[in-house]
């Protein structure tokens, strides 16, 4: 698996950003270049935890916004797909990030995410800094949902900087060595 100190792997895939067929659009790897990333990686479109996350991550994207981070959600469906569910899920009709179709599973396999008995992506979450090196990986197994405000939490100490302790949050100081 690809893990923290990598470069984030090249893509070109085709995103979903509306619900109409001219919300097609295509994002690669220089997309949003030198700014922060978020990608987040579900498991099947039309499945049960997967949109209580989706949603979760849209409703905190003026935070991520306000960060100066990208969002970006991936699956191995197809962006045809991505958008029959957008239009037929009331929690993902005006997503505020692209629906990103790794419908090859060439991105998903060269970070190592693939569940080996299912063949579709592990629920992993990447932070990836404006020079494009992993900073923060996390992996669940299909059934259990992540925490985007955890998400939220880390990108904000590693664009704070410093040592940051156990609990941290946004406005407390970093640890200061003597």
């Not at 792997?9 to 659009?25: H, I």
């Not at 949109?51 to 409703?59: D, G, K, L, M």
């Not at 005006?94 to 990103?100: D, H, I, K, Q, R």
Request: charged share 25%.
């Amino acid at each position: 698996m690809l893990t923290i100190g990598s470069k984030f792997p090249d893509y070109d895939l085709t995103g979903v950003t509306t619900n109409e067929m001219s919300g097609f659009k295509n994002f690669t790897s220089k997309t949003h270049e030198g700014k922060w990333k978020v990608y987040f990686f579900w498991p099947k479109d039309f499945t049960f935890v997967c949109p209580t996350e989706i949603e979760e991550f849209a409703r905190l994207m003026p935070d991520f916004k306000a960060a100066d981070t990208a969002v970006y959600g991936v699956s191995t469906d197809s962006e045809f797909v991505h958008m029959a569910w957008r239009n037929a899920h009331p929690g993902l009709n005006a997503l505020p990030f692209p629906m990103l179709s790794d419908i090859t599973r060439d991105l998903s396999f060269e970070l190592g995410i693939i569940h080996r008995d299912e063949g579709v992506c592990l629920r992993a979450t990447y932070i990836v800094d404006p020079e494009g090196i992993v900073r923060h990986v996390s992996v669940n197994d299909l059934n259990v949902g992540r925490n985007p405000e955890e998400t939220l939490r880390i990108l904000k100490g590693f664009q704070d900087g410093g040592l940051m302790p156990c609990n941290w949050h946004p406005g407390q100081k970093a640890l200061e060595i003597s």
